[in-house]
């Protein structure tokens, strides 16, 4: 049995002699064109059964795919979670808030939502967190990712410094200590995710986070100062409140102070007074008189003590002034009379 498409050849051949036949100088231009449409024709003419099916299998195949779509989506609206109605707060922006609807995958106001559907959204509005070094979780992603069959020789040597080097090479290495300028910028209410670091921004070496447990002292401003301030003189306790307090704390079987036994109290202190001065001054007298026997006394006296302890002390020092008065009388009387 000859093959089949030799049968279809010879049957094309056949079709063109046929509908060619008769014409004279075949070999002319427009005759050659004309049988080259026909011959074209003919050629169509015979897949056109062989286009007609497969252009079915490629709409069947169309449909079945179209049809497996429509399944999965009204499986997926089956068994989607309810979307609940956002409601915004008083004074938020709507575009700061993710919306449900695109985050079930069902929302079908693309731009026009109000809500946003930036999936980090909630992360950039959030603050950030003064108790964690953002550079943490960057770092253990790229210990993750890192793979030393591409470094060059300059970057393996510098990890095998940076990891067994000397002390000097170990200076930059990443330390506990909490940087300065990180502890200004949340002082002064400047940190915030797009903060920079003055020190050499992600590399330096110092923590960008708070210690656990840091309390972090709030700057106050002037109207927060003064109602502070009135506070404190509102509740302060006033010294009558106080003693009044401390003598209910007094327990025992004690005497209560009234105006009679406050004026004998200071009666009695005036006389130990007295008596402490007297015996102070005796023995101020008595150990002078030591001194002056040649013992040591181990006191010392001021300029006015010696002069209690020896009157003549004044009384010489008083005849010393009357004769140096005596002579500067003498003397001036002198010179008035030898100008005379």
């Known amino acids: ?7 279809q050849a010879a049957a094309k051949s056949k079709a063109v002699a046929d509908k060619t036949f008769g014409l004279k100088n075949k070999k002319g231009a427009k005759v050659s064109k004309y049988v080259q449409q026909v011959e074209r024709q003919v050629s169509e003419a015979g897949n056109q059964k062989a286009r007609k099916a497969e252009q079915a299998a490629k709409d ?25 109605i956002q409601k915004v707060p008083f004074g938020v922006d709507p575009k700061t808030i993710l919306c449900n609807f695109f985050k079930n995958g069902t929302c079908q106001k693309g731009s026009r939502c109000k809500f946003s559907h930036d999936v980090n959204v909630e992360r950039k509005t959030l603050k950030a967190d003064l108790y964690t070094d953002a550079r943490d979780d960057e770092s253990d992603e790229a210990k993750k990712n890192e793979d030393s069959s591409n470094w ?21 290495r990443p330390t506990d200590i909490v940087c300065k300028y990180f502890l200004e910028a949340v002082e002064t209410g400047k940190y915030g995710w ?20 840091y309390v972090l002292k709030k700057r106050e401003s002037e109207a927060e100062r003064r109602e502070r301030e009135a506070n404190e003189r509102e509740n302060a306790l006033t010294l009558e409140d106080f003693l009044e307090t401390e003598r209910h704390n007094i327990q025992g ?46 006191m010392a006296f001021s300029g006015k003590e010696l002069f209690d302890f020896n009157p003549d002390w ?27």
Request: net charge neutral; proline share 5%; glycine share 6%.
């Open 1 to 7: 049995m000859p093959p089949k498409k030799s049968a």
């Open 60 to 84: 069947a195949k169309e449909a079945k795919r179209k049809a497996e779509e429509a399944r999965k989506a009204e499986l997926k609206e089956l068994f989607k979670p309810a979307a609940q």
């Open 152 to 172: 060059t020789q300059e970057q393996l040597e510098a990890a095998i410094t940076s990891k067994h080097g000397t002390d000097n090479a170990n200076k930059n």
């Open 194 to 213: 797009f903060w920079e670091c003055p020190n050499g921004g992600k590399k330096c070496i110092y923590r960008h986070a708070l210690p656990p447990g």
């Open 253 to 298: 079987d004690l005497t209560p102070i009234t105006a009679e036994t406050f004026a004998a109290w200071k009666q009695r202190r005036l006389e130990r007074k007295a008596e402490a001065e007297t015996k102070a001054i005796a023995d101020k007298a008595e150990a002078y008189k030591k001194q002056r026997a040649g013992m040591k006394t181990g």
């Open 314 to 340: 004044a009384v010489g020092a008083d005849d010393d002034d009357d004769g140096a008065m005596d002579v500067y009388q003498r003397e001036a009387s002198s010179d008035e009379e030898g100008s005379d």
